[in-house]
């Protein structure tokens, strides 16, 4: 099932990639500056594709053989990016 969800959501962030480019000619068309349309795209990229499959990929990938084997791998990395700078 997990890869179901996972094929679904490439397809979302590849959708949301595709759908910007329509996003970035119309907003062109409208008159504004293609570097500025740029940035608005890309923002939307990151946010729609971006942020909403980082927040999706929990919920939906929940596999208790794939949390039990990174589990360890995971609670050995946050000592190292909490640590001080010299």
């Not at 000619?25 to 990229?45: D, F, I, Q, W």
């Not at 729609?48 to 990174?70: H, K, Q, S, T």
Request: charged residues 15%.
């Amino acid at each position: 099932m997990q890869v179901i969800y996972s094929l679904l959501l490439v397809a979302y962030a590849l959708g949301v990639v595709f759908l910007t480019r329509w996003f970035h000619s119309a907003m062109v068309r409208k008159g504004m500056s293609s570097n500025t349309a740029l940035y608005y795209v890309r923002k939307m990229v990151h946010i729609l594709a971006g942020g909403a499959v980082g927040v999706l990929v929990p919920i939906a990938c929940r596999d208790e053989r794939f949390v039990n084997r990174y589990r360890y791998r995971l609670l050995n990395v946050a000592p190292l990016c909490s640590r001080a700078s010299p």
